[in-house]
């Protein structure tokens, strides 16, 4: 069965926080057509790192995929790293420098002795257009073996991905066994549980289980091959009801869904609406929900309250809350919930109230202790978190929880 590799280049990607937005892009073309993605490196920006990178790339995958390092600039060297490793030269493509002219010139602008190696590619390259800019791509041959260059700029490899590369390999590839997939998203619990209820299929023959943690949410991706899997249909379904029944109320979705969109969905199937009501997390709820397409269906709008003065004023909490409890407290946290909804006359609203840190905390309320609220028109609830981590995450994981009382509240 034929596999592929990812390739990133560019010293940039070197920064393992440098997220890459193209290697999850060709793990999900791929696993369409029914390919693993089964390695993949970072390489920074030199010729001979990049062909050895390359070299090793080709001795353990058929298909190899490469990001960056095709723009016009000294520090983009993917091809020559390929024509060393393939022992040919380069050449501009006359096609591609006549579309590059051509687009130049809409815009007004020249093309000048820089910008023509974008229309430079290895000797042996069948060249791939990009449609939305002007790197020209190279599919190269290695023996058998495909070599494809792609830019790093992600709306580019992404075109390039979906116009050519996968309608290829598809069509080159298409007698490969089937795969199907899983996509789990879950939350609320820590990844040491969701793993417990993971650990049984690791390791069993045509199953691949990942689990991502992300801010308190984990997207856990099964992917099922046939062969060896005699059924695919019914290793999904015990793979589905195992996530069902061991996740319970943490399941989110088995569909991909996340978090933040499978609240919107309950929301537009009650016909209520959301408002927010933030101290800790300055804003982040509000933020999540409205990336989610089509939220203003039922987000209505939030309110930062970080200082005292604010969350009385705009949102009504009584000082006496305050005073008597502390503003991190279930008290405040629930006046929050109770002021956002009256204020913007919402249906539900969630509310966080906490010391993220990294100063603030005293013995009885150390730093990463929360209180989140939720109220609908029929309950309410507030939760206390406790998360002994940085700042940052203190918000993510306070924002993602507050979300997740929600849901439950909803379901
Ligand atoms: P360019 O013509 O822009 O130079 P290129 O093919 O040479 O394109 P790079 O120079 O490697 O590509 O990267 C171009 C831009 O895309 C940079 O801002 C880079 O940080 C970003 N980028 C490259 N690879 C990735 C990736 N895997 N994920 C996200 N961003 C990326
Ligand atoms: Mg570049």
Redesign the pocket.
Known sequence: MASAAVV???S??LDPA??????PCARAALAEIGIPLAWTARVGDRIEDIKETLETALSLCEIVIV???????G??V?REGAAALLGVGLKEDEAWLGALRARLEERGRKLTELGRR?ALVVESAEPIPNGP???CGSWLKHGERDLIL?????P??RWMMEEHVRPRLKAAYSAQPSVRTVRAVAAGIAEVDAEVVLKPWYGQAGIDVSILPQRGVHRITFTLASPPIPSLAAAEARVREALASGLGDHLISLEGVSLEASVGLRLLEKGWTLATAESCTGGLIGHQVVRVPGASRYFLGGVVAYDNAAKVDLLGVPSRAIEENGAVSREVALAMARGAKARLNASCAVATTGIAGPTGGTPEKPVGTVWVAAATPVSEKAVKLGYPVNRESVMALSANYALFLLLGMLR
């Open positions: 990133l280049v560019g940039e990607m440098r997220r890459d937005a193209n290697g990001s960056g390092g095709l723009g016009p600039t520090d983009d993917t974008q800019g002007l790197a792609l830019p790093g700029v992600p580019e490899f």
